[in-house]
């Protein structure tokens, strides 16, 4: 046992890795520590339960009107894609091109058509 005239800083990381250790610790440094790392833990728990959860990720790319006719065989077509191009995921690069992204295709696909 280490003599209460040595102070030293206990090192959490360490006690953790090596919890054998904590038995050459006096009792009120153990308790000084335990105090410290509830509070830490209080405030880990505060920023977990105030932070929002990070939106998914969705993989997107842009179609041409060609890919998203082939992708969606029968559920779109040429002519509907570009009566269409007002929709928000639809963008008009010339008279006769368009870019379309998938992931907003395929949501505006899964709730339903509105048009």
Known sequence: MIPFDVMRLIDLNVLCARPEMA??????????????????????????????????????????????????PGVVNRRWLFEHDSLPFIRRLSRKRLAISEAGLRRYLAVGRKH
Not at 26 to 36: D, K, V, Y
């Open 23 to 72: 038995a050459n610790v006096p009792r009120n440094e153990l308790r000084g520590e335990r105090a410290r790392a509830a509070a830490c833990l209080a405030a880990i728990d505060s920023v977990i339960a105030s932070a929002p959860e990070p939106a998914e990720v969705v993989e997107d790319r842009l179609l041409t009107v060609s890919q998203a006719v082939e992708i969606f």
